[in-house]
C-alpha cells in the first residue's frame, strides 16, 4: 500500500480487514489469500497508528517511510502495489512498481498526462501485468442500472447532461491541505463523471473548456481553484454533439447534511435520467452528533460500517468492491489456470475497459486539458479551449486572440 489517508482508511483498510479472516474464493483460482504485507508513507505517523489499533492478522506489515519508502516496498515481498497518493505522485510509483514485475492499482485520476498514461500502459505490456485505476462509482448501483438501460436501449442517444459533486471544507482546509496548493477539485473528483459519461455512452470527445472560483483556499489571483465548472463536447458516430457540464467544489460548509452533494442528470432523446446521493436512502437527525459526527443524509451503498443480523459487524459498499474485484482480476491471472495460459488470461483482464489504464485516454485527456486550461487562466489568459484530435494533434490549446496553436499531445487520443 503506498499511501494511508482518507482513501486508505474509507475503502482499503476494509478490504484487508476482511480478507485477512474471510480470503477470496472464485471456482477459476480457488482460494486466495491477500494480505497487506507493506506500507509506503512519507512520516510512517499514519502507519504507526493504524498498526496499533489494526486486528492482530495485519499488525505484521512492514512500515516503510522516507523519501526512499516506495523503492523500499517495491524491494520486499509484494506481489500487488495499491496505490493511494495524491494524484500528482500517482506516476512515479506506478511506474516503479510496474518496472519491478508488480501488478499496480491507482486511485483516479491515474495519472495527470497523456504521455504518462502511454508509458505506464507499454511497461505494463512489456512487464506482463496489470495496470488498473479506481472508478468505483461505477459500481454505484445508480450508476450500474443506468448503464444497463442505456446498454439494453431503455434510454436511446443522450444529447446532453449536467454533474455536480461537492465537498466539504475540511477537505481542502485540513484533509488535504498539504497538496492543494496549485490543485483543483476538479482533477480530483470531476474524473468520476468524466469516467461514467466516457464508459456508459461510448462516445468520442472533441472539446473541453473549463473556469472556475478561487479567493477561499488560496489567494483569489493564484492557482489553488476552491471550485470548477468543467465542459467537455462529445460526438456520436451520427455526428450528433452531446455536451456535459460537471461543477466541483471542496468549499462547501461542514455543516452541509451530507458527506457529500452528488448529482447527475442526463438528457436522451426519448427520456430523461436524475440522480442525486442525499435523496435516495436514509435521512437521520441525533442529538449531538448530527450534522457533524454523523450527517444527516448517509451514503449506505459507497460504505457502510453495519452489524449484520448474524452478528458479525463489517463494512460493505461499492467503495470496498471495486477494490476486492481487482484483486480477484489479478488472482484469476495468477491462478486461474496453466502457467502456459497466463498470457490469455492476462489479455482478457486487460480487455475490462471500466478500469484498464488502455482504456482511460479520454479520461486523462480530459483532465490534462482542464489543467492547462486553468494554469493558463491563473496565468492572466482565460477562456482556452482543448480541441481532441484535431488535424493539428490529440490535444491542441487555443488561446483567445492568438492565431497559433499549441500542440500538448501530438498522437490521437
Not at 49 to 74: S, T
Not at 93 to 117: F, M, Q, T, W, Y
Not at 271 to 285: A, L, M, Q
Not at 387 to 410: F, Q, T
Request: glycine share 8%.
Amino acid at each position: 500500500m503506498v499511501g494511508m489517508g482518507m482513501i486508505f482508511d474509507e475503502t482499503y483498510r476494509p478490504f484487508f480487514e476482511r480478507v485477512a479472516t474471510q480470503p477470496l474464493y472464485g471456482p477459476e483460482f480457488g482460494v486466495c489469500s491477500a494480505p497487506l504485507n507493506a506500507v509506503a508513507t512519507r512520516t510512517g505517523q499514519r502507519a504507526a497508528a493504524y498498526r496499533a489499533k489494526a486486528p492482530k492478522d495485519l499488525q505484521g506489515f512492514q512500515n516503510f517511510f522516507g523519501v526512499d519508502a516506495v523503492e523500499q516496498l517495491i524491494d520486499s515481498p509484494v506481489d500487488v502495489v495499491c496505490i493511494a497518493t495524491p494524484d500528482d505522485r500517482h506516476f512515479a510509483a506506478a511506474k516503479l512498481a510496474i518496472n519491478a514485475g508488480k501488478h499496480v492499482l491507482i486511485e483516479k485520476p491515474s495519472v495527470l498526462r497523456l504521455r504518462e498514461l502511454d508509458e505506464l500502459d507499454a511497461m505494463a505490456q512489456e512487464h506482463g501485468v496489470l495496470a488498473k485505476v479506481v472508478y468505483h462509482k461505477l459500481l454505484d448501483p445508480d450508476h450500474k442500472k443506468l448503464r444497463t438501460f442505456v446498454a439494453d436501449g431503455v434510454l436511446q442517444h443522450v444529447n446532453n447532461g449536467y454533474c455536480s459533486l461537492l465537498e466539504p471544507k475540511s477537505i481542502a482546509g485540513s484533509q488535504f491541505a498539504e497538496w492543494i496548493v496549485g490543485r483543483n477539485p476538479g482533477t480530483y473528483v470531476a474524473v468520476h463523471y468524466i469516467k461514467l459519461i466516457d464508459f456508459t455512452f461510448g462516445l468520442k470527445l472533441k472539446r473541453v473548456t473549463c473556469t472556475g472560483q478561487r479567493g477561499i483556499v488560496g489567494p483569489a489571483d493564484g492557482p489553488t481553484w476552491d471550485s470548477t465548472q468543467l465542459r467537455l463536447i462529445y460526438a456520436h458516430n451520427d455526428g450528433r454533439e452531446a455536451a456535459f457540464d460537471i461543477h466541483t467544489s471542496w468549499v462547501t460548509p461542514d455543516n452541509f447534511p451530507g458527506y457529500v452533494e452528488q448529482e447527475v442528470q442526463f438528457r436522451f432523446d426519448n427520456g430523461v435520467w436524475n440522480g442525486h446521493s442525499r435523496k435516495r436512502g436514509v435521512e437521520c437527525t441525533i442529538e449531538g452528533a448530527t450534522p457533524y459526527k454523523i450527517k444527516n443524509t448517509i451514503n449506505n451503498h459507497y460504505n457502510a460500517s453495519v452489524l449484520e443480523p448474524w452478528g458479525e459487524r463489517s463494512q460493505r459498499g461499492y467503495g470496498i468492491e471495486v477494490i476486492e474485484r481487482f484483486m480477484r482480476e489479478a488472482a484469476a491471472v495468477e491462478f486461474g489456470g496453466p502457467l502456459e495460459e497466463r498470457s490469455i488470461r492476462l489479455a482478457a483482464a486487460r480487455e475490462l475497459a471500466y478500469n484498464d489504464l488502455a482504456a482511460d485516454r479520454q479520461v486523462v485527456a480530459a483532465v490534462e486539458a482542464m489543467e492547462i486550461i486553468l494554469a493558463r487562466h491563473a496565468a492572466g489568459i482565460p477562456e482556452c479551449v482543448v480541441e481532441v484530435n484535431a488535424p493539428a494533434g490529440g490535444l491542441v490549446l487555443k488561446v483567445p486572440g492568438e492565431s497559433r496553436d499549441e500542440v500538448l499531445y501530438a498522437p490521437a487520443v
